[in-house]
């Protein structure tokens, strides 16, 4: 079957709809834990939330890496649609849980299944453009994620209109109804041409990991993921907490300010960053690592007017500085390592890059929860701006590319 010239974009167009849903069916329980807690007292305890945030990427995490070998080995199309069915009917599902420990499985069971679709999704969209667009295509889909984490906000203004069982049922129905249209629409296209002629043949299910892990520059790579991620999950975790805290209005109204303002902003930050790194890699190899670069120092004040911030511009100008900035940094993560790495193994790539900034995620996640009950999150949250900068000069030091794309 003949690919049109349009069909890239299409698959992105499709892609943003599983993005945001990815996103939309994780996030919105962050914002749901006072509704919930009324039916389940476990939940009245941040440790206890703290514990089910992080179940999730613990298991998202051990599962990634693993979703990218398989996604370079079989069909994209198909780990795609299996991921999404699997993770909306746990979603679904959720809305019957009638005790933590059942909400505790179910949150294990959707990290297992949406893990399996970040990487053959970035994997696809890398393969199907070119270094001229490939930072705006990934840009553009990981709009979809944070569309999804502004829209998984309104989880605690849904669910005191109707209940917290009938959002999750409702989200769920719609990722099932989703996954149908992708049957009908979506394929998979592998970039076979670019593959140089000292490729080795194929071995074990590892091999291609261990080849990735004897490079020094992917070590470099593999840090500069990891440590924003520990801001990146805090943020994504615990801001709407903190903001709830700090200005002193209830999880209702501080859900949708903090996950709509910083996706609003972070939603900017791709396209932004997107397309200045696509014109700035075609006159500088290394325009898409300085577009990162900028990206990521923009998040060190916002980590502090976040911690310490007690008015609602302190929030604001925060979550803008933050949400645009990772965003630059989040739409060249997959594009930067496009320049180090063949494309047969770019998805076990992500996949173990996510993993180990999903392991960051957890431990902070676990460990603000702790913070929350001592009442040191917003210190804990300004310290966080902090590591940052060992990410940026790691980067700007070490990461040279050979090659655009």
Known sequence: MKMSKHYPWIVVALLWGVAMLNYMDRQMISTMRPSMQVDIA???QAANFGRLMAVFLWIYGAMSVFAGIIADRFNRKWIIISSLFIWSAVTFAMGYATSFEQLYTLRALMGFSEALYIPAGLALIADLHTDRTRSLAVGIHMSGIYVGQALGGFGSTVSKMYSWQHTFMLFGFIGMAYSVLLILFLRDVRQVKSLPREAPSPGGVFSGLFSLLRAFPFWII???FAVPSLPGWAIKNWA?????QNLGIDMASAGPIATVSISISSLLGVLVGGILSDRWVQRNIRGRIFIGAIGLLM?????LLMGYGVTLFHVLTAAFLFGFGFGMFDTNNMPILCQFVRPDSRATAYGFLNTIGIFSGALITDYLGKSTD??????DFAMLGLVVLVAVALQLAFLRPRAAA
Do not use: C, D, H
Request: a neutral charge; charged letters at 10%.
């Open 299 to 303: 998040t060190i004040p916002a980590m």
């Open 240 to 244: 709407p907490t903190l903001i709830s």
């Open 374 to 379: 001592a009442g040191n999150l917003g210190k």
């Open 42 to 44: 476990e939940l009245q």
């Open 222 to 224: 593999v840090i500069y």
